[in-house]
């Protein structure tokens, strides 16, 4: 086994707080270029743009298709898959899910990609808003569909399991939690794992200059989704570094 980086909380300009610069090409060059060898896509409520990062991609990384939910309590939870199918499968669920989601004020162009970067379309749901999904809920069908169940940020005073409920309810079972940037450089992260879980770091990339800011080192045979997964289950094997 050997250590691979890894950033696993990355946006792209399909979410509606993202820099319209975050295209597949883009976002891969960046992650090259700060060395990573395994990324997550992550969109709000969507993981619309998460096959044309994979094609971007070509051989040169692992690109892990993801969406960020945001339950009905406004927590945030991160599900990764090993296949584009399982990702759009539970992202058709979360976006039917969002209500009324053409009514309001749209945030941001959200633009839907091809993986040179061109816009395909506009997602005209509002992604920024609540599904109906409960955090229980969030975590069941992100299994259901063999994903990996990541609570977001939980250090963040807002959009968290910790802010939204107050406490990790006992009966959901996250297969790791995130601690934020900011909290890992000011010497949080450790502190969490006191929680039990498996401790990540990644760097919630909005813009291009953001990612690998934060990453996690997973040991794995061979890079991949069940080598991820299999490493977070076996929390030695994570090393932290800002
Ligand atoms: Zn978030
Ligand atoms: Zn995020």
Do not use: W
Request: aromatic letters at 6%; proline letters at 7%.
């Amino acid at each position: 086994m050997k250590p691979f980086s890894a950033d696993l909380h990355i946006h792209t300009a399909l979410s509606p707080c993202a820099d319209d610069n975050m295209t597949p090409p883009a976002i891969i060059k960046a992650a090259i270029k700060a060395g990573l060898q395994i990324i997550a896509i992550c969109d709000h409520n969507s993981a619309g743009n998460a096959p044309a990062v994979i094609a971007a991609a070509k051989d040169e990384l692992i690109v892990i298709p993801g969406i960020e939910i945001t339950t009905s309590e406004e927590a945030h939870i991160l599900g990764l898959f090993e296949t584009t199918q399982a990702a759009a499968a539970v992202s058709d669920l979360i976006l039917a899910s969002l209500p009324n989601s053409f009514a309001g004020k749209p945030r941001g162009r959200q633009i839907v990609m091809n993986e040179r970067g061109g816009p395909i379309r506009l997602e005209p749901h509002r992604l920024f808003l609540s599904s109906q999904y409960s955090v229980s809920g969030a975590v069941d069908l992100i299994h259901g569909h063999g994903g990996i169940a990541i609570a977001s940020h939980v250090d963040r005073p807002s959009f968290s399991v910790l802010s939204q409920l107050g406490f990790l309810p006992p009966d959901v079972l996250f297969d790791a939690i995130e601690v934020s940037p900011a909290a890992h450089r000011a010497g949080r992260s450790s502190a969490y794992e006191a929680t039990g879980y498996p401790v990540v770091v990644s760097s919630d990339s909005h813009f291009l200059t953001e990612i690998g800011c934060c990453r996690t080192f997973f040991s794995m045979d061979v890079c991949s989704f069940p080598g991820l997964k299999q490493a977070i289950h076996d929390r030695q094997q994570l090393i932290l570094k800002g």
